[in-house]
């Protein structure tokens, strides 16, 4: 069966520091991946996608970045974070190719940044 | 796009009765429907689906319906129960955003005993 893992779960950061939210997916090919964020009280915002290695989709412009080193890893940086910056952040992922195209969620890695 | 608003609109059933949750979307073209449910710390979770060449679909306790004259998308829980309290997103599938799933802003239900 697949698995979706993203860490950290909680994490406390400065402004100015940097950041990086790793996620991974295990028992699937060629995943569709996604990083979604949920501000409080908001609903699910689109950062980025990526439906392959090296291939990666802004939605929104913004103080984030992602890559795809591997096939089924996908990672979130900053450089410097900023207060805006503090979320709740959710990796997905989907079958490549499904019509369907429903999306499996990891637990999600809380962001503050004071 | 990102959601509007700092408030999500609340639910409040008592247990037992039936809940609707509603959703309107925003593009006709959308062919695909997907409400998930979020509790609180956890990332959402499918619940059920609809094609656009539906217009219902049933699950286990769970009924959606798509409105595509008044694009509107709703979705009945029966017998609601303490754990149903959660964030309920709907989501679609637009075409011109290669077949992405955009979210709405979500509902809170709150089942009381």
């Known amino acids: 069966s697949q698995t979706i893992h993203q860490w950290p779960a909680t994490l406390v950061q400065p402004v100015g520091s940097p950041l990086s939210l790793e996620c991974t997916v295990e028992?699937?090919?060629?995943?569709?991946l996604y990083w979604y964020r949920q501000a409080a009280g908001r609903g699910l915002q689109l950062l980025f996608y990526?439906?392959?290695?090296?291939?990666i989709s802004s939605e929104v412009p913004q103080n984030l970045s992602a890559s795809r080193p591997q096939d089924r890893q996908f990672i979130l940086s900053s450089k410097k974070l900023l207060l805006s910056d503090s979320g709740f952040y959710l990796c997905?992922?989907?079958?490549?190719?499904?019509?369907?195209?429903?999306?499996?969620f990891g637990e999600g890695s809380r962001l503050t940044v004071l | 796009g990102e959601s509007v608003g700092l408030h999500l609109p609340t639910l409040s059933v008592q247990e037992g009765d039936n809940s609707i949750i509603n959703c309107a979307y925003s593009?006709?073209?959308?062919?695909?429907f997907i409400w998930y449910k979020q509790e609180s710390g956890k990332g959402p979770q499918f619940i059920i689906d609809?094609?656009?060449?539906?217009d219902k679909r049933q699950g286990q306790r769970v009924t959606v319906l798509l409105n595509k004259t008044v694009k509107h998308l709703s979705l009945q829980i029966a017998a609601t129960q303490p754990g149903d309290s959660a964030v309920y997103f709907c989501?679609?599938?637009?075409?011109?955003?290669?077949?992405?799933?955009?979210f709405g802003a979500g509902t809170i239900l709150r089942v009381k005993s």
């Open positions: 593009n006709s073209a959308s062919d695909y």
């Open positions: 997905a992922w989907s079958l490549r190719d499904r019509v369907a195209g429903e999306l499996f």
């Open positions: 609809i094609r656009s060449n539906m």
């Open positions: 990526s439906v392959g290695i090296g291939q």
């Open positions: 989501a679609e599938r637009k075409v011109e955003y290669g077949n992405k799933l955009v």
């Open positions: 028992g699937t090919s060629n995943p569709n």
